[in-house]
T-cell receptor
Framework: SQQGEEDPQALSIQEGENATMNCSYK?????LQWYRQNSGRGLVHLIL?????REKHSGRLRVTLDTSKKSSSLLITASRAADTASYFC???????????FGSGTQLTVLP | GEEVAQTPKHLVRGEGQKAKLYCAPI?????VFWYQQVLKNEFKFLIS????????ETGMPKERFSAKCLPNSPCSLEIQATKLEDSAVYFC?????????????FGDGTRLSIL
C-alpha cells in the first residue's frame, strides 16, 4: 500500500525555475528517500534524509523533513529539461526494508 | 554487473497463460526486491530475498505468484494463469545489505501485458 500522498500530482515549469514537491507519510520512519523515474526506466536513488535531520542538500537538490507533520519536500533549483521525470518519496519498512512509495509527482520542465 | 538487468523488456501473454520474468541483481548485492507498478504511479512490494532465501513475501499474491533466487542464476518471478489485472510493470531492485537507509538499485522493469 502507498505510504502517503505526494503533491502536486503534476507540475509544469519553465527551465531555470525551481520545482518543489511535497510528500506526506503515515507511520514513524527512520529515514526518507527520494527517487526519480524517467519515462520507461527504473527508479534512481537521489537523496536520503534521516529522521534526526531537518534539511539536506545534494547539488541542485534540497530535501527537508518535518517529522512532527510527517512530511518532506524536495526542491530542485535551476531546473533543466533533463529533470523532466516522476519523483517519488519512499520509506523503508518491513523486515527486509522494502520501500513503501508515495504516489509520485510528474515534473515537466519546458525548454 | 554494475546494473540490475531485467529481461524481457516487454512480455505479452494471453489471459490464463504463464509469464516468467528474470532479474540479475548487481554482483555482490545480497538483497533482491520485486515491485509491481500499476498505472505509472503506484508501487506495490511483492517479495524480497536475502541471497537465495525468501526474506519477506508479505506482498505476494499466494495463489498464482512465485519467485526464486537460485545461486549462479538470475532471480525469477513467475505468474501462473495470468489475469488482466496482472498487467503492470514489474521492477526488480537490489541492495548490498538490508540495513535501514540502504539505497536500492532498480532495473528498468519488465512491462507485462495480459490480453
Amino acid at each position: 500500500s502507498q505510504q502517503g500522498e505526494e503533491d502536486p500530482q503534476a507540475l509544469s515549469i519553465q527551465e531555470g525555475e525551481n520545482a518543489t514537491m511535497n510528500c506526506s507519510y503515515k507511520t514513524s520512519i527512520n529515514n526518507l528517500q527520494w527517487y526519480r523515474q524517467n519515462s520507461g526506466r527504473g527508479l534512481v536513488h537521489l537523496i536520503l534524509i534521516r529522521s534526526n535531520e531537518r534539511e539536506k542538500h545534494s547539488g541542485r537538490l534540497r530535501v527537508t523533513l518535518d517529522t512532527s507533520k510527517k512530511s518532506s519536500s524536495l526542491l530542485i533549483t535551476a531546473s533543466r529539461a533533463a529533470d523532466t521525470a516522476s519523483y517519488f518519496c519512499a520509506t523503508p519498512s518491513g523486515s527486509a526494508r522494502q520501500l513503501t512509495f508515495g504516489s509520485g509527482t510528474q515534473l515537466t520542465v519546458l525548454p | 554487473g554494475e546494473e540490475v538487468a531485467q529481461t524481457p523488456k516487454h512480455l505479452v501473454r494471453g489471459e490464463g497463460q504463464k509469464a516468467k520474468l528474470y532479474c540479475a541483481p548487481i554482483k555482490g548485492h545480497s538483497y533482491v526486491f520485486w515491485y509491481q507498478q500499476v498505472l505509472k504511479n503506484e508501487f506495490k512490494f511483492l517479495i524480497s530475498f536475502q541471497n537465495e532465501n525468501v526474506f519477506d513475501e508479505t506482498g505476494m499474491p499466494k495463489e498464482r505468484f512465485s519467485a526464486k533466487c537460485l545461486p549462479n542464476s538470475p532471480c525469477s518471478l513467475e505468474i501462473q494463469a495470468t489475469k488482466l489485472e496482472d498487467s503492470a510493470v514489474y521492477f526488480c531492485a537490489s541492495s548490498s545489505t538490508g540495513q535501514l537507509g540502504q539505497p536500492q538499485h532498480f532495473g528498468d522493469g519488465t512491462r507485462l501485458s495480459i490480453l
